[in-house]
C-alpha cells in the first residue's frame, strides 16, 4: 500500500504542511494554518495519526492546536495551561511531544504541561517546577524556555526536557521529582573555573537514539554531546565539526550511531553556515567521525540559520532528513542526508519541522 | 444587558461567535466570565491569569479604557479590540 510522507512546518505565521508520496520527489504545500498564529512547534503523532501544534499569539496567547484530519480543520485550547493566579502567566507553547497517549507541551516561562485528552485540556507537571534550582533559572536570547521534550518509547515514567540557559532535567518517577543531567556540558560564557556547574547550561537541542533509550545526542550553546547513560554524563563529540554551535540535532530513525547537526559559525558571529555555504554534517558511529553534506544546498550567499526545533528525519527507507531555514526555506534529502533539494521557499521564518508518514 | 463587540481576529477562532453579543455583567472581569460560559475557552484569549486583560487586548466602556475591574452599568456599550502589534 502507498504511503503518504508529510512534512509539518511551524512557522511565524502558521503551520505549513508539505505533502508527498514514499518517493518524495514531487511535493504539494498546503496552509498557512492555524490563523497565522506563531508556531514554535508543530507534530504528527504516529499512533494517532493527529497533528498538533503548539504556539502563542501575542493578542491571545498560549495555545495548543489540534487536527484530527492532516491539517484541514483545526481546534486550538489552552484551558489549563497556566501557571497559578499572581505568578508570571505562560507567555507561549514552545514544544510538544506525544507518547504513552500522552501529550506534552513546554512553555515560556519554562514549564511542562501533560495532556491526557488529545490536548483538550492540560494539567501542570508540578514536580519539575518544585525542583531547588527553579528559583535561579534565568532567560536566554530566546526568553525561558522549554523546548526540548525527548520521551522514552520503553517507559512511560521517564522523560528528558531541555530548557534554554538552563539545562536537561531528567525524571523516572513520570515527573514527580526531577535531577539535572548536565555533567560535561560547557559553558564557554562563564569565568574560567566555573564552566562546568550543575546546571545553567545553554541547550539547544536533545534527541534520543533509535533503540538505545540511554543514548542521547544533544546540541548546546556550547558544543555537540553525546550521552549513553541518559544523561547522568555526556561526552563532547564536536571534534571534526567546523564550529561547536548550532541548534538542532537530528537522529536516524533506525540507526542509532547515524546523526545530523547544522553547525553555524557562531554564537556571535552572526549564526549563519561556516563561510556562508550551507552544510548537513552526518556522523554514521555515533559522533566519532563526521561527513559535511553539500549536494543541493546553496554554496555562496547562504546567510540563513536553522533553529532548534527545525531538523527532523523520516520513517522512510532511506530515510528522509528536513531543515527549515530561518529566511524560510525547506530543504529534503531523500538519501540520508547525501543529496538535497529545496521543496519550498519563501515561507514565513522556520521555527520547526516534523514528518509523518501515513497510510495513503 | 450590555452590548459588547468582538474583534474579528477573536470570532475567527471561534466558529459559532457573533460580532456583536448581549451579556449581563456587572464588571469586566464578569463579562469575561460571561464571555467564557457561552464560548468556552474565550476567556483564556482575552485575559492572562494575573489576573488581568491581555497585554495586546484593549477593552473599552463607554469610550473608556478599562480594567478587570472596570464596572458595568445597564445598558452600557464595551468594544474588545486587538492592539496594533506584530510584524
Not at chain 1, 490563523?35 to 514554535?40: L, S
Not at chain 2, 456583536?20 to 474565550?42: E, I, K, Q
Not at chain 2, 473599552?60 to 478599562?66: D, K, M, N, T
Amino acid at each position: 500500500m502507498s504511503r503518504k510522507t508529510l512534512a509539518i512546518i511551524g512557522t511565524k505565521k502558521g503551520v505549513f504542511i508539505l505533502e508527498s508520496d514514499s518517493e518524495r520527489e514531487t511535493w504539494r504545500r498546503r496552509g498557512p494554518y492555524c490563523e497565522h498564529w506563531p508556531i514554535n512547534h508543530a507534530i504528527g503523532d504516529p499512533e494517532t495519526g493527529v497533528i498538533h501544534a503548539a504556539g502563542g499569539n501575542e493578542w491571545f496567547g498560549p495555545a495548543v492546536w489540534t487536527s484530527p484530519d492532516l491539517g484541514e480543520t483545526w481546534t486550538h485550547s489552552s484551558q489549563g495551561l497556566a501557571y497559578p493566579q499572581g505568578e508570571t502567566p505562560v507567555k507561549t507553547a514552545w514544544s510538544i511531544a506525544a507518547a504513552h497517549g500522552r501529550l506534552y507541551t513546554g512553555v515560556e516561562p519554562a514549564g511542562l504541561f501533560v495532556s491526557e485528552d488529545r490536548g483538550q485540556t492540560w494539567a501542570p507537571v508540578e514536580g519539575l517546577q518544585r525542583h531547588p534550582s527553579r528559583p535561579e533559572w534565568q532567560p536566554g536570547g530566546i526568553g525561558l524556555v522549554l523546548h526540548s521534550i525527548v520521551t522514552n518509547p520503553d517507559d512511560r515514567h521517564e522523560m528528558w526536557v531541555g530548557i534554554s540557559s538552563v539545562g536537561v532535567f531528567h525524571t523516572a518517577d513520570g515527573g514527580e521529582t526531577w535531577t539535572t543531567r548536565n555533567k560535561g556540558t560547557r559553558c564557554d560564557f562563564l569565568p574560567e573555573g566555573m564552566r562546568y556547574p550543575e546546571f545553567g547550561q545553554c541547550v539547544h537541542c536533545v534527541a534520543m537514539a533509535p533503540g538505545k533509550s540511554h543514548r542521547l545526542y544533544q546540541q548546546n550553546h556550547c558544543g555537540m554531546y553525546r550521552s549513553d547513560d541518559g544523561g547522568a554524563s555526556w561526552e563532547s563529540i564536536e571534534a571534526g565539526l567546523p564550529s561547536s554551535f548550532g541548534f538542532p540535532v537530528a537522529v536516524h530513525p533506525r540507526d542509532a550511531e547515524k546523526l545530523f547537526f547544522v553547525p553555524l559559525n557562531g554564537a556571535e558571529l552572526g549564526r549563519y553556515s561556516p563561510g556562508a555555504s550551507a552544510a548537513v554534517w552526518r556522523s554514521d558511529d555515533g559522533g566519532g567521525h563526521w561527513s559535511d553534506k553539500r549536494a543541493g544546498l546553496p554554496q555562496e550567499g547562504a546567510y540563513f540559520g536553522v533553529m532548534r526545533q527545525a531538523m527532523a528525519t523520516d520513517a522512510h527507507d532511506p530515510a528522509g532528513v528536513y531543515f527549515g531555514s530561518s529566511n524560510g526555506s525547506l530543504y529534503a534529502s531523500r538519501d540520508e542526508g547525501e543529496t538535497w533539494a529545496c521543496i519550498a521557499r519563501d515561507l514565513p521564518a522556520i521555527s520547526s519541522v516534523e514528518t509523518l508518514v501515513v497510510e495513503a | 444587558m450590555v452590548t459588547v463587540r468582538l474583534p474579528a481576529l477573536l470570532v475567527q477562532l471561534f466558529p459559532d461567535a457573533e460580532r456583536v453579543v448581549r451579556l449581563s455583567a456587572d464588571d469586566v472581569d464578569g463579562l469575561m466570565n460571561a464571555l467564557d460560559a457561552r464560548w468556552p475557552g474565550m476567556r483564556d484569549r482575552l485575559c492572562d491569569t494575573t489576573p488581568a486583560i491581555r497585554r495586546h487586548i484593549n477593552v473599552f466602556v463607554e469610550g473608556r479604557r478599562a480594567k478587570l475591574a472596570t464596572p458595568l452599568r445597564p445598558g452600557a456599550d464595551v468594544f474588545i479590540l486587538t492592539a496594533v502589534s506584530g510584524g
